[in-house]
C-alpha cells in the first residue's frame, strides 16, 4: 500500500514528472492487475474486473434495445478462412499467434487464435442467410481476442483482451451505414452518460480503416496529457466479406445479391481511458456509473458505543436503495482507509463517529473535488444519490473543459507546429485526403489523422501540409 503524507498519496509519480509511469502506478497500487507469466498479458483483479462488469452490462442493456443478440464464436480459425479477404489478412498477419500442433500431433492446417472474428463469422454467415427474410441479421460477441503486440501496457494494448464485437448484415448499402452510424451513437452516449468522458466522432482516414472496411468511424478522446485514445470503432464492411465468403440472399425481386455488412468493437481499453482522463495526484477518480463501490462508509472512533451500528444501519439503508456501497471496519485507522479508498477512486466516502451521531448527521467526502461536508442522516440515501449525479456531470465537465483548453486551430503549417509543440493536445487542420501527406505529417510530427468529425469546421481550402485543395478538417494528435 503506498505511505501517506499530509493526507496524499506517496510514492505515485507525479503526472507532470512521467505520465506513463504515474499511469502504471495508479493501476498497481489500486490492486486493479497484476502482471502474469505469459509475456504481454495481464491479470485483471477483482477491482478492476468489477469495473469491466459494469461497463458490460451497461453496454450489452443498450445492444439488446437497439435488436442485437449475443452469440459465441470459435476462438480458433482455419487458416484458410482467415486468408479468404485479401486485405483484412494482410492488415492481422503481423498480430496473428498460431497453433499448428495438437497434443502430440501437427495439425493439418494451423489454426489462428482470433485477433477478430469477422471471417469466423462470415463462414456461418454464408450458410444463414439465403433470402431476404433472413435480414437483417444482428449479432454481439462478448469475448477474448488475442494479437501478438511487441511493446504492451496496462488495459491500453496487451496482447490478449476482453472485448465485444458487433456483426450484423443488411440487404441495401444504406442499412448497413445507418447500422455503422448508429452504433457509433451508442458508444458516444455511453461513454459521454456513463463514463463521464467527452468524445468526437468521425470518420478514419483510408489509412487507419479497418483492414477489409469500406470505411471505419471512431469516438476519440483526449487523456489528461493531450495525447489521443481511440475509444471505440466502428465499420462499414460495405460487401468485402460478403464476396469473399460467398454471403447471398434472394431479394424481394427474385435477384442474387451480395449482402452489406457492418462491425463495430470497444475492448477493456476503455478502463484505461477513464484512469487517464478522470485520475490525479492521489490516484483513481471512477465515474459513479461504473465505480464497483460508489460509496464507502469510515466507522471514526469504531470503538465507542453505537458507532458500528450506525454504519451498519447506514449499509443496509444504502445498499437497499440500490447504491454499491462497502462499510470499512477493518483494523486500520481512518486516515489509512481515506488514503486508500482516495487511491481506488471511490466517488463518495461517508464518515460516522460519536459527534455526528449526536448531531444526527454524517461528513460526505467527494472523490472528485476531494471536498467533505456534513449532511443530515435523514434520507440519506436520496443525498448519496443526488452526490453522485453531480459528481458526474463535474468530472464529464471537467474533461470537457480539459479539452476545449487543449485544442488548437490551425490556418498553416506554422500554426500547425505550434499547436503540437506549444499546445500538446489536439489540433484541428485542413487535410487533402492523401495518404502520402498524411504519412509525411506523422514523419516530420510524430502525428496522425485521428478523424474527421461529423461536426466539421471552415478553417479554409487547402491542406495545412501540403497546400492543395482540401477535403476535409481533421483532428490531428499523438496517441496512446
Not at 425481386?253 to 463495430?264: C, H, I, M, R
Not at 490525479?280 to 458505543?305: F, N, S, T
Amino acid at each position: 500500500m503506498a505511505k501517506q503524507t499530509g493526507g496524499f498519496v506517496e510514492h505515485i509519480t507525479p503526472q507532470n514528472e512521467d505520465f506513463s509511469r504515474w499511469y502504471t502506478d495508479v493501476i498497481k497500487m489500486a490492486d486493479m492487475i497484476d502482471y502474469s507469466e505469459v509475456k504481454g498479458c495481464m491479470v485483471i483483479k477483482q477491482y478492476g474486473y468489477g469495473i469491466w462488469e459494469l461497463i458490460q452490462n451497461q453496454l450489452d442493456a443498450r445492444f439488446k434495445e437497439t435488436g442485437h443478440k449475443n452469440a459465441y464464436f470459435p476462438l480458433l480459425i482455419p487458416k484458410h478462412l482467415l486468408e479468404k479477404e485479401a486485405e483484412h489478412v494482410e492488415g492481422f498477419a503481423p498480430e496473428v499467434a498460431w497453433v499448428t500442433q495438437g497434443g502430440t500431433e501437427k495439425l493439418a492446417e494451423p489454426l489462428c487464435i482470433r485477433p477478430t472474428s469477422e471471417t469466423i463469422i462470415c463462414s456461418m454467415y454464408s450458410k444463414w442467410v439465403q433470402s431476404y427474410r433472413d435480414l437483417p441479421v444482428l449479432l454481439n460477441q462478448w469475448c477474448n481476442v488475442l494479437r501478438w503486440e511487441k511493446s504492451t501496457r496496462p488495459f491500453l494494448r496487451t496482447s490478449e483482451f476482453l472485448w465485444q464485437e458487433g456483426h450484423t448484415v443488411h440487404a441495401t448499402r444504406e442499412e448497413a451505414e445507418e447500422e455503422t452510424v448508429r452504433m457509433l451513437g451508442v458508444y458516444r452516449e455511453f461513454m459521454e452518460n456513463v463514463l463521464a468522458i467527452p468524445v468526437i466522432a468521425g470518420q478514419k482516414s483510408e489509412k487507419e480503416k479497418f483492414a477489409g472496411a469500406d470505411h471505419t468511424y471512431t469516438v476519440e478522446a483526449m487523456m489528461l496529457d493531450g495525447k489521443a485514445l481511440q475509444m471505440g470503432t466502428s465499420h462499414n464492411l460495405g460487401q468485402n466479406f460478403a464476396k469473399g465468403f460467398d454471403i447471398q440472399f434472394l431479394d424481394r425481386d427474385g435477384q442474387l445479391k451480395y449482402a452489406w455488412q457492418t462491425s463495430w468493437g470497444v475492448s477493456t481499453r476503455m478502463i484505461g481511458g477513464i484512469i487517464m482522463v478522470h485520475g490525479d495526484e492521489r490516484g483513481l477518480k471512477l465515474p459513479p456509473r461504473v465505480a464497483p463501490i460508489q460509496c464507502v462508509i469510515v466507522p471514526v472512533a469504531a470503538h465507542k458505543e453505537g458507532v458500528l451500528e450506525k454504519a451498519q444501519e447506514l449499509f443496509d439503508a444504502l445498499k437497499g436503495a440500490g447504491i454499491r456501497t462497502e462499510l470499512d471496519d477493518r483494523d486500520q485507522s481512518p486516515g489509512w482507509k481515506f488514503n486508500e479508498w482516495e487511491l481506488k477512486g471511490v466517488p463518495v466516502r461517508l464518515e460516522i463517529g460519536p459527534r455526528d451521531i449526536e448531531k444526527g448527521a454524517c461528513m460526505l467526502a467527494r472523490r472528485d473535488t476531494c471536498e467533505k461536508e456534513s449532511y443530515p442522516l435523514e434520507n440519506i440515501e436520496e443525498t448519496v444519490r443526488q452526490l453522485l449525479g453531480k459528481i458526474h456531470d463535474n468530472m464529464f465537465e471537467s474533461a470537457f473543459r480539459h479539452r476545449e483548453e487543449r485544442t488548437f486551430d490551425a490556418h498553416n503549417w506554422e500554426e500547425f507546429m505550434q499547436g503540437i509543440e506549444e499546445g500538446r493536445g489536439f489540433v484541428r487542420a485542413m487535410w487533402c485526403g492523401e495518404t502520402e501527406c498524411e504519412e509525411a505529417i506523422k514523419e516530420k510530427t510524430g502525428v496522425t489523422t485521428r478523424c474527421a468529425p461529423f461536426e466539421q469546421k471552415d478553417l479554409g481550402n487547402v491542406c495545412v501540409h501540403c497546400g492543395k485543395p482540401a477535403k476535409k478538417m481533421m483532428y490531428f494528435a499523438k496517441s496512446y
